[in-house]
């Protein structure tokens, strides 16, 4: 991959020093050249020579350069050279390559040399991939960027290689629904700069493919009994295999991006896969993982009382159960947990062998399998062959990846097959042909259903009473034939193990990716390089409902067809002119043509005239069709000027123009432009011995948006029934113009005492304005809302990297580093729709909405709280002794974090590795319909007050009718207080300091001795064990904070309702080299 990545960055490396041809450009400015050209015009003698690396590969573009001028030439593409100079005993020729240690060598005479570079990890490093996919020199970047290397996608692996980056980038926020072992995440750099908060995800590319991002859910809602449950089946990301990556670079702000366009106003993630290496013959790889999923963390459930209301007492006044009607009374079975306390009495209780009321009274007991035993241990297996080859012509790599997830939720888990190509051949002189080639499938014949919705396993686990065994379930759905789904406890519920063996939500996702591209050298200093690439997805799911839920009585079976495919086309050329190492400069201009189109089919039967025959043709009714088609294309044309100084000096300026299908014809053109820039001053002022790298560092950027398809022009959608159409409710606007961000950013990157401790730190500030946003209308219109160009949004943060090598000694390493950023997200103007509203509901889940205001943030979530008295005191109702509720909701907090921080650690001692990762979020607000449910039915610890007393006295006041407040002495029914206290609108009383930090990940590994491999013939073992997500600390009640709300395709921040548990994961790994 090294050699690749030197190849690419050759290109475009701005300081390399060029074959000068024998005339009058020989006489510089300086005295010392004049000196030189002075002494040409009398001996000159001739140097040959071949430079080759360690594998004895020719290196082709090596510089090479006497000491102490400006006099110098390039290797071929065979790595020779040839030098002409009035050399003498003295004279010292210097050669260099980017990844590679210098090597100087004194003339003596000898007119052909040989010379062998050795690798330099800490230089290759220092190459970063760019916009475009261009290879740089990080010191020649002005503006701040993050690189990972493959080990951090490896050494503690996960299902998703995004969960590896978790604490290790500077500014990156994650967000995902914990909704299973495909869950979704979305990657935002930088904060909000979309009121939308669906479209603030960064851009993801692999090795010059952009790979959606897009939440890919059924679309469903998550609300009880409103509609199917959400799924979430995974995006694009997720199919990366992290064995195959080699590198990824995180471009944060627009002055990394602008050459991306639009795409990429939200930052990017650059992904360079791995690749062969030119005459290493062929090398064989195979890497087997095996790792276990255990429930980390679970709600602090109450198992101290049984099912019951509080309210039933028999003849001795005492709380009883019983399942139903008994000698000791009415039936007292209910979802809520106020019933009896487990103390070793007796009860009529229901009896497993009958499925009735057993005739005898049994013990009455918590079953520590109530909620726990319905888990399991999830596992993952993957297994990973690789081969690479090269000759002196070109390079190849292809790998194949199979990986069996079966998951903690029993029936649940996924299958993927990853295979990849990874190829490049000189075709002929100066002609190099580049191809990548990706193929995923990735299956499962089942996904969890999720969110809060009577038919998830989430809600069962709320209602459900400490007094269920679970494993009744389990005997009454294999003892009815499966045909029995409802639970024996409530006409709400829905049997557990009906959920996950018959709610079937499965698919079928195959994507190709792939790209080939032709590197043509026109002449010595102009290259062109013509690609093409493609993404193509196509998707087939099947969501199947058997008879007897409580929300589909007689079945229910919908079929989705999913076929999304994006190609790319563009071309760069690049001219590279080198006056001398005080100046030099590359020109490139080029041109991309994007064609993006989405086709969606979902049909589906309410209703199945026959049990189990799960066909669109069983339907009982209408089959309900909806068909959405998406197109969109986008032309571009940009340019980048790249000019450095005496090699510390650096500047960028960028323009591109962009016309996009989706905006109206006059204003679908926008040009926006960028400048960045880099001084090394470290360079230029002597600084002390111990300070060995200062750079500065300032980039200004703009970069336009477009908006999303159909809503510039009147358009009529497809009914759900066959045959018929509606109106769209959406008032088009043929006015619309691009949205703008622009972005300045300042940063410093000082490094001492030989690396051994480092910063760098950034400040930014991004404006997004002319957003366009949708507005509520006046129903008199005829329609809903219009889309406008009205908001404006600002972000502004710093970001800090840290990293310090306490200990360093031949054998024994200690680095550890840190990162920490934050960020203040502020709405600075919001349109206003025609009823004249200053604000905008921009997402909403369960009690929750999260509304945009001018002054506030795209985060600010509101919602019913408590009424208080000026002193901060609750008012309580003097009548019923409950809190007296709200008129109007108010502000509850923000979903996002003040600021987020990690710690990475790596120990390497001899071949043995020890890597520990810890991050927090802290700050932000985190509501929890959950936690309302859970105590609002007495399932959770922090409702057992009151308990054995038998009313509580709400903490309070009450007001007087003097207007005065005097003490709450009002007693209240248990069951009530707490129906009332945590009622489901009360967003106050449900909500939380989203604050945690994460033991994130663990890995130890040991890389056997090179005796040992060469006695073995091997080229490298290695064995390592691992675990992920060990602990949380945080005041969150349920399974994760670090969570926000599935509904429909959209992730609310801010909110969880009925997540699924997050697993810690304890894995082994072994990796063989031949």
């Known amino acids: 991959m090294k050699k690749n990545l030197q190849s690419v960055a050759h290109f475009l490396k ?9 005339s009058t450009q020989y006489i510089w400015a300086s005295p010392t050249n004049n000196h030189h050209a002075f002494t040409l015009q009398q001996t000159l003698s001739t140097v040959k020579g071949k430079v080759v690396n360690a594998q004895n590969e020719p290196v082709a573009g090596a510089a090479v350069y006497i000491k102490g001028t400006d006099i110098g030439t390039e290797t071929d593409a065979n790595g020779m050279f040839e030098l002409q100079y009035d050399f003498n005993n003295t004279t010292e020729l210097v050669f260099s390559y980017i990844g590679y240690a210098d090597v100087t060598q004194t003339y003596n005479g000898t007119p052909f040399l040989n010379i062998t570079l050795k690798e330099d990890d800490s230089q290759l490093d220092e190459i970063v991939i760019t916009a475009l996919g261009i290879a740089r020199e990080e010191k020649q970047l002005g503006y701040s960027q993050q690189k990972l290397n493959a080990d951090e996608f490896t050494n503690a692996r996960s299902n998703n290689w995004v969960d590896n980056m978790k604490g290790k980038v500077a500014g990156m926020q994650f967000t995902s629904a914990s909704s299973g072992p495909m869950s979704s995440t979305q990657v935002v750099l930088r904060g909000n700069r979309s009121i939308d908060p669906n479209l ?8 010059g493919i952009p790979i959606s991002s897009n939440m890919s859910s059924s679309t469903n809602s998550s609300g009880y009994l409103s509609s199917d449950s959400p799924v979430d089946f995974g995006n694009g990301m997720s199919d990366i295999n992290p064995e195959d990556i080699e590198s990824v670079t995180v471009l944060k702000g627009a002055g990394a991006t602008a050459l991306y366009g639009s795409r990429a106003a939200n930052g990017a993630v650059m992904i360079t896969t791995k690749s062969g290496k030119k005459s290493q013959g062929l090398g064989i790889t195979y890497n087997s993982n095996v790792s276990i999923d255990v429930i980390q963390r679970w709600p602090d459930w109450q198992t101290q009382y049984g099912s019951g209301t509080g309210k039933a007492f028999n003849s001795a006044g005492q709380l009883y159960y019983s399942y139903q009607a008994s000698e000791d009374g009415p039936a007292t079975q209910s979802n809520l947990g106020f019933g009896p306390r487990f103390n070793g009495q007796s009860y009529f209780q229901y009896d497993p062998a009958t499925g009735t009321m057993g005739t005898q ?17 999830g596992t993952t297996l993957t297994n990973s062959l690789s081969f690479a080859a090269g000759n002196d012509k070109g390079a190849m790599r292809a790998s194949v990846t199979y990986s069996d997830n079966q998951w903690i939720m029993p029936n649940t888990g996924f299958e993927r097959v990853a295979i990849s190509t990874k190829a490049n051949y000189e075709i002929a002189k100066g002609i190099k042909l580049n191809s990548t080639l990706n193929f995923y499938n990735r299956s499962s014949d089942n996904m969890p259903s999720t969110g809060y919705n009577n038919h998830t396993i989430s809600y069962f686990m709320i209602l459900t009473n400490a007094n269920n065994n679970i494993d009744w379930y389990r005997k009454i759905w294999l003892d009815k034939g499966k045909t029995q789904m409802n639970s024996p ?7 557990p193990f009906a959920l996950v063996n018959e709610v079937i939500n499965s698919s079928n996702n195959n994507t190709f990716t792939g790209n080939l591209s032709l590197d043509i050298d026109l002449s010595k200093n102009l290259k062109l390089m013509l690609r093409s690439g493609i993404n193509s997805q196509n998707e087939v799911r099947e969501l199947k409902r058997p008879y007897d839920l409580v929300k589909f009585a007689t079945g229910y079976y919908e079929k989705q067809l999913i076929n999304q495919q994006e190609i790319n086309t563009d071309f760069l050329l690049t001219y590279k002119g080198n006056e001398s190492d005080y100046f030099n400069y590359s020109l490139s201009a080029g041109g991309n043509i994007m064609s993006n189109k989405v086709n969606r089919l979902d ?13 669109l043709a069983n339907a009982s009714s209408n089959v309900m069709t909806v068909s959405n088609d998406y197109r969109e294309k986008v032309n571009s044309l940009y340019a980048l000027g790249s000019f450095s100084y005496r090699n510390l000096l650096f500047l960028d300026l960028t323009a591109r123009n962009d016309w996009s299908s989706t905006l109206p014809a006059g204003n679908n053109s926008y040009f926006y432009p960028s400048a960045n820039l880099s001084f090394i001053l470290s360079d230029a002022l002597n600084f002390p011995l111990w300070i060995d790298y200062t750079k500065l560092r300032a980039s200004w950027a703009q970069v336009g948006n477009d908006s999303r398809a159909f809503i510039t022009g009147k358009y009529y959608d497809n009914s759900p029934f066959v045959g018929s159409a509606i109106n769209d409710n959406q008032l088009y606007n043929a006015n619309l113009k691009p949205e703008q961000t622009t972005s300045t950013e300042f940063g410093v990157d000082m490094r001492f005492f030989n690396d051994r401790f480092g910063f760098d730190v950034s400040y930014y500030n991004t404006i997004s304005s002319n957003q366009i946003i949708s507005v509520p209308l006046d129903y008199a219109t005829g329609y809903s809302s219009q889309y406008i160009n009205a908001g404006k949004v600002e972000n502004r943060g710093f970001e800090a990297m840290l990293h310090v090598s306490p200990i360093k000694t031949k054998n024994f390493e200690w680095r550890t580093s840190f990162t920490y950023a934050n960020n203040k997200n502020e709405i600075l103007e919001l349109g206003a729709g025609l009823e004249g509203s200053d604000s905008q509901v921009l997402a909403s889940a369960g009690t929750v909405s999260i509304i945009g205001k001018v002054g506030g943030s795209t985060g600010d979530m509101y919602g019913y709280g408590f009424v208080r008295n000026e002193d901060g005191k609750i ?14 909701e108010t502000y509850q907090g923000n979903a996002y974090a003040d600021w987020k921080g990690g710690w990475t650690n790596n120990i390497s001692y001899k071949g043995w590795n020890l890597g520990v990762t810890l991050d927090g979020s802290f700050g932000g607000v985190l509501y929890s319909q959950s936690y309302h449910k859970t105590m609002e039915h007495g399932h959770l610890n922090g409702s057992l007050m009151g308990r054995e007393e038998g009313y509580i006295i709400g903490d309070g006041v009450v007001k007087n009718a003097d207007g ?10 248990v069951p009530a207080y707490y129906s009332e206290y945590y009622r489901r609108a009360n967003v106050e009383a449900n909500k939380f300091d989203a604050t945690y930090v994460k033991l994130r990940e663990i890995s130890l590994s040991y890389s056997f001795p090179k005796l040992f491999l060469e006695r073995n013939k091997l080229k490298g073992l290695t064995i390592s064990a691992f675990a992920r997500n060990l602990y949380t600390w945080s005041d969150f009640p349920f399974y994760d904070p670090e969570t926000a709300a599935l509904n429909g395709a959209s992730m609310v921040p801010g909110v969880e309702m009925g997540q699924l548990p997050s697993p810690a994961t304890y894995g082994f790994n072994v990796k063989v080299s031949l």
């Open 603 to 615: 049909a589906s039967a309410n209703g199945l005239a026959v049990p189990d025959v799960y066909k």
């Open 200 to 207: 603030n995800g960064a851009l993801i590319v692999v090795d």
């Open 361 to 377: 009274r049994t013990l009455w007991q918590n079953y520590d399998n109530a909620r726990k035993g319905f888990w399991r241990a």
């Open 489 to 495: 406890f409530s006409t709400y519920l829905d049997n």
């Open 964 to 973: 005065t407040y005097s003490p709450n002495t009002k007693q209240v029914d």
């Open 14 to 22: 701005m300081f390399v020093l060029v074959s000068i041809p024998f």
């Open 875 to 888: 008012i309580y109702d003097a009548k019923t002794g409950l809190p007296v509720r709200p008129e109007t």
